[in-house]
């Protein structure tokens, strides 16, 4: 019986189940397709020079497609806060609707993590492809079919998605049978304790290792340098719906009086929800931060040992993070999407009163560009912690090498992801019948 509904509730939940799914189905290719790299490289004596980064792009993987996994099924759960209500509501066990929330997490995981590892060898062609053409593999890497690297693929396909679910769980049966008849979006707490706690945790930690970059050999400056964006990524995403509150409060008071109507929106929109902005701002912070770190830091080494690269090779450290900020973006255009079509009823609501489509369509873009400023604002800062360490630990200085041509168009993917995801997952509120059978 439990099956049955959560599959029903797969099919009816076409967003979440098109976003949950598309998340766990990259996660596993990527886990899998790089540990195939890895492997192919290890059987070769003469790539162990890139070895190392091989490695660090594989770890940079699994760790985005853990965080993006986990993100992405704990809001897939918060959107369907009066699905697990009126369920509660007509006699469903706290028990039931925690086994409820698991199948249907199990029925996602298997699906998507078959796909996957089906995608994984070509998604290791290609890669070994790509370091054969920018230098890194003259010779090429070969790519062999062995077990190991689709049973991590697995593993992470699986376990983190049934792990993700026993801690959505717990927000699905903390929903009372009543919250069905509540009409008032504002969240009580803005930062229950678990949280704020593993956020505080998470902050204290990245700042001890940005301290430890220096102090440690330079083989391992690099490895600890993204070691702190990811935990640092991990605390900032906890702790982050209450920078947002102030973000939305700051730049949604600047919206509405550029734009009166839709800035007021916007700005009780993101006051009254920071933890759902927070959802669609984390994927934003993540890639901001961990391309920057990667790539900057790659350059700021190159920069310090008086190395120019140009042509193919050139493109070397944007191929091995390259797909990991393509899953990264991806997930901004799925949790903004995931986050904008909650809001359906409140966007006919304001319909019915008289709002026009084209007031709200202008909403949705304000709030989706705030949002991408305040992950942006967030991954910067993290990224500038990190590679001034780095800096300090190849240099001797608090300085660093950038782009900005490279950042420019990181943050204008991002946004532009952003838009798509949230003016298509609205369109039909927008303009569609006010009523609904």
Partial sequence: MTLVLAWNNVRVNRMGLAA???????A????????????????????NGVMGLLVLSAVVSGFVSIFVVAGMLS???LSQRRTWALLRSIGMTPRQVGRLVTAEALVVAVLASTAGCALAVPY???????????????EGVPVEITTGPFILAMVVGLVVTLLAARSAVRKAVGVGPLEVLRENAAQRRLLPWPRAVAG????????VLLFLVPLVKAKAAVPTGLGATMVLCV?????????????GWLLGGVVAWLDPGAGMLVRSSLVTQPRRAMSAASPVMLTVALACTFLFAVATSDAAAGVTRTGASAWAAPMLVGSAVVYTVISVLNATAMTMAERTEEIRLLRSVGIKPRQLARAVCWETLIVTCAGTLLGTGIAAASLTALGKAATGE????????QYAGLVLVCAVSGLAGGLASTRRARHGSLLTL
């Fill in 124 to 138: 290791a062609t290609l890669m070994a492809a790509f370091m054969r053409m920018t230098g890194l593999a003259p």
């Fill in 200 to 207: 505080g945790v998470a902050l204290a930690g990245g700042t």
């Fill in 75 to 77: 809001l897939h759960v």
């Fill in 398 to 405: 608090a300085w660093f090498a950038y782009s900005l041509p």
């Fill in 28 to 47: 596993v290719m990527l886990v899998g397709g790089s540990g195939l790299v890895v492997v192919g490289a290890g059987a070769s004596d003469d790539l």
């Fill in 235 to 247: 605390g900032a995403s906890a702790l982050g719906p209450g920078a947002l509150r102030g973000m």
């Fill in 20 to 26: 949950s799914f598309t998340a766990v189905l990259l």
